[in-house]
């Protein structure tokens, strides 16, 4: 599941050996990006149906149903609900929430839940703890005990916690899978929370092998990682299939009539032309000579990986000084998640903004330098220089 894609054209969204489904971003502004976007990426190894059951007028739910094999229903459901004091009311998203999920829980034995995503909801240092500060009397039914650093709560978090109750799911931040329990996914100026949350079917439980808050300072919310076993785990360590033959490879060509001509010329060309007769008159072993003939032609019949740019590279503005910077800012949130005291929170604040800072005067010297060699280009009428600035 991925959040803020930014994308608005959701055919952009592609990713090797994923069926890939989205919600475009949407533009409130004439000018600047595009905001939001979602998408849930199902692998083809699952060899699964799978349909969106959405609201289409709102923007910030996407729901996958994945239709697995012995007649099994897993049901993703990625979500984004706005801030409490958000201009952005959150009422319509927990109605389709109670809705999707009341119609998918009940008499359907077969169908399991996954909800996760972006709540921007604070639901304190445990579920007792929750319901004791709302004045609420419930049954104990929750069969994982939460145990939060974050211990504030706010409207989101009761609502988020009695949609969980309500339909008996269970959340994992917080509970005895999480490998470091109960995590921040959300720092800040003010200092850490958890907003981000994974929710499960009880029926999921025995399946689940980790759940992590993964430390990444590219973005204020960290990445939360939730493994599940499936059939296709068991169905690969029953058979005991090499990982290679389950590799997706390199992307195939779309066949055409320029393709065909060019695998004519070397099927017809002197090197295949030799392999083909040697084949036919039994001189060299037919496993081997299809070999040669299909390490011939297979890299005319795939794309060819895409150069990676390398960010320490001469031109890029992300240099050794901004390298460290990151390093330096990934170490302080790990020691914030270990200690949690506002001292640690107050040195992740400034270190965080000191890397923003340094990015964004990169940035511009970068952007800066780049305008003034162009003008240079001009100037010069130097055509090569111009459109290698341009390109």
């Not at 989101?156 to 109750?165: D, I, K, Q, S, T």
Request: aromatic share 10%; hydrophobic share 35%; charged share 25%.
């Amino acid at each position: 599941m991925l959040q803020e894609t930014w994308v608005q054209e959701t055919s952009n969204l592609n990713l090797q050996g994923f069926r890939s489904f989205a919600v475009p971003a949407a533009r409130r502004h004439k000018w600047g990006r595009c905001c939001g976007g979602l998408a849930v990426f199902v692998s083809v190894e699952l060899d699964a149906e799978c349909q969106i059951v959405t609201n289409q007028s709102n923007n910030n739910i996407l729901a996958v149903e994945i239709n697995l094999k012995d007649n099994q229903v897993l049901f993703c459901i990625n979500v984004y609900v706005p801030p409490v004091n958000s201009a952005y009311s959150a009422k319509e998203v927990w109605q389709f929430l109670d809705t999707a999920l009341g119609d998918r829980t009940t008499g359907l034995e077969n169908t399991n839940i996954v909800l996760g995503g972006d709540f921007n909801a604070r639901m304190g240092k445990s579920n007792e703890e929750l319901a004791q500060h709302f004045g609420l009397y419930l049954e104990n039914q929750f069969s994982l005990n939460r145990n939060s650093r974050d211990v504030k709560f706010n409207k989101n978090g009761l609502e988020l916690f009695l949609l969980a109750y309500k339909h008996f799911l269970l959340i994992m931040n917080g509970s005895h899978l999480e490998e470091s329990s109960g995590l921040y996914t959300y720092h800040s100026v003010r200092g850490g929370s958890v907003l981000d949350y994974f929710i499960i079917s009880p029926g999921l439980l025995p399946a689940v092998k980790t759940f992590i808050v993964d430390i990444r300072p590219e973005s204020d919310h960290h990445p939360i990682k939730l493994v599940i076993k499936t059939d296709v785990d068991q169905y690969r360590v029953s058979n005991n299939y090499p990982l290679d033959l389950v590799s997706m490879g390199p992307r195939r060509l779309k066949w055409s009539e320029p393709l065909s001509n060019k695998v004519i010329d070397l099927l017809n060309g002197p090197v295949l032309e030799t392999c083909r007769d040697k084949i036919v008159k039994c001189t060299i072993d037919p496993i081997e000579g299809y070999q040669q003939i299909i390490t011939t032609l297979k890299p005319y019949l795939i794309h060819t990986e895409p150069t990676k740019v390398n960010k320490s590279s001469k031109g890029s503005w992300f240099d050794a000084e901004c390298r460290s910077q990151k390093k330096i800012l990934s170490l302080a949130i790990r020691a914030a998640n270990k200690n949690g005291t506002d001292q640690f929170y107050k040195s992740l604040s400034e270190i965080r903004s000191q890397y923003k800072t340094l990015l964004k005067r990169k940035k511009f010297e970068f952007n800066r330098q780049n305008w003034i060699m162009l003008d240079l280009a001009v100037r010069q009428k130097d055509e090569v220089k111009f459109w290698n600035m341009v390109h």
